[in-house]
């Protein structure tokens, strides 16, 4: 049984910025608040952080200031997976060197690979970490699937501590967690789909919700692990609206107009994202007043 570094819920955090780059200012506002609120972690640079439009100097950058700025009150996870593997080692070792507490690894995009490249790959990026990795499976922006018996044998790796599963499919997350057990602790990548992955052992989730719902995404998963699963079933239920209207668009567009309203930097994305469509923007707007968010 391996080292769990987090259960609960771990924030996806978007990367407030203006025309004028990185707002650190919000972003340090943002972290701040979502450690007040009991969030459980902070996943950095990833998907929701609009890493893929930063520079290879910000994306350093924004890693080593989330790390600071937590300054060790909750674990830190860096974005840090590439479609290009050495790529990915550099900035695995960067992040660990950083003060990184593990590191999260989507699989190649694109060029994508085979089940074989995946193994070779993440293995090869998992030597080089000095922290636990997280393998990300997100299928539906990478065009790549990260099978169960691929998690499987990847879960032998001593680094290769956990999973983000946004594939969507229930029966895939099952397979995995009878085949991998204990070796590997796997979260929800899906904020529609936490009671139910955590039915199956899924210890928490990596959440776009969590953003602007920190303590009521964590008590959620808490609620789960203490037993009360009606409890915690009736929170994925009551907000689901909410967490489909975050989805009504691509992440983090529609996150990046909710954290925008509630006073954590501006509504600006870098293309090829834009800002959230008018009718969608105004359905997401009611619902974040309705659970008086704003």
Not at 15 to 38: A, C, H, R, V
Not at 147 to 170: D, F, Q, R, Y
Not at 185 to 213: F, H
Not at 219 to 248: H, P, R, T
């Amino acid at each position: 049984m391996k080292n769990t570094l987090f259960e609960g819920a771990g924030t996806a955090i978007v990367t407030p910025m203006s025309e004028n780059g990185i707002d650190y200012e919000s972003f340090g506002k943002l972290i701040d608040w979502q450690i007040s609120e009991g969030i459980d972690a902070i996943v950095v640079a990833g998907t929701s952080g609009e890493a893929s439009t930063l520079t290879d100097e910000e994306h350093k950058e924004v890693i080593s200031y989330c790390v600071k700025k937590v300054a060790n009150r909750v674990p830190v996870i860096a974005g840090t997976g590439s479609n290009d593997t050495d790529y990915a080692i550099g900035l695995t070792k960067f992040a660990c060197d950083a003060g990184a507490d593990g590191v999260l690894l989507v699989t190649p995009y694109y060029n994508k690979a085979t089940q074989n490249g995946l193994i070779k790959s993440f293995a090869a990026v998992a030597d080089a970490s000095s922290k636990p990795c997280f393998l990300y499976n997100v299928p539906s922006r990478t065009g790549c699937n990260l099978l169960p018996k691929t998690v499987a044998a990847l879960s032998e790796h001593p680094m290769i501590t956990g999973l983000k599963e946004a594939g969507g499919n229930i029966s895939q997350v099952a397979e995995t967690a009878a085949l991998c057990g204990d070796k590997i602790d796997i979260y929800s990548g899906n904020d529609d789909q936490i009671v139910p992955i955590m039915s199956l052992g899924g210890k928490g989730v990596i959440s776009v919700l969590s953003n602007i719902m920190p303590k009521e995404t964590s008590m959620m998963c808490k609620l789960y692990l203490d037993g009360s699963v009606k409890e915690a079933a009736g929170m994925q239920l009551k907000y689901l609206s909410l967490i489909n209207a975050l989805f009504s668009e691509v992440n983090p567009i529609p996150v990046k107009a909710a954290t925008a309203a509630m006073g954590f930097g501006e509504n600006y994305l870098r293309l090829p994202l834009t800002p959230m469509e008018k009718e969608n923007e105004e359905v997401l707007l009611g619902l974040m007043r309705e659970h008086k968010l704003i």
